[in-house]
């Protein structure tokens, strides 16, 4: 099956994470709204999130953990988004999706941006 021309990647945050997200030019990492305590609403499993955290690293990049990426999706309607809406037991929130944006990217215009980007992750987003 041929990868579609205009492929898109997304991510879901609660729209009181608007503002900082704004502030930051861009989306943060879990490890970094942890290190800088970033206001707003967390809809993700806690426990995965402290896995991605403390223990899952990533194969390409064996000294990064997977919290210190952000998370997008390929589908534009994650099972994240179908856990929130049933208000699933392992999530803390229960707010529904109503205040849930969801973002999109254009997927190979993200690819070129970080292939050229110059950010990196620094040690003390992590702790």
């Given at each position: 099956m ?19 997200i704004?502030a ?9 709204i ?18 991605r ?18 998370p ?10 179908y ?9 803390t ?12 990217v254009?997927?190979?215009?993200a690819?070129a ?12 987003w992590y702790?």
């Amino acid at each position: 099956m041929p990868i579609p021309a205009n492929s898109k990647i997304y991510h879901i945050v609660h729209l009181d994470r608007l503002a900082s997200i704004i502030a930051a030019d861009g989306l943060l990492c879990d490890a970094q709204i942890a290190a800088q305590s970033t206001l707003g609403t967390t809809i993700g499993m806690s426990g995965i999130k402290q896995r991605r955290l403390t223990e899952l690293k990533l194969t390409s990049h064996p000294s990064l953990f997977v919290g210190q990426c952000v998370p997008f999706y390929f589908c534009p309607r994650s099972i994240m988004l179908y856990l929130i809406h049933q208000r699933n037991h392992e999530l803390t929130y229960k707010g529904g999706q109503e205040p849930i944006l969801h973002l999109q990217v254009d997927l190979y215009q993200a690819a070129a941006w970080a292939n050229q980007s110059t950010v990196t992750i620094k040690p003390e987003w992590y702790y």
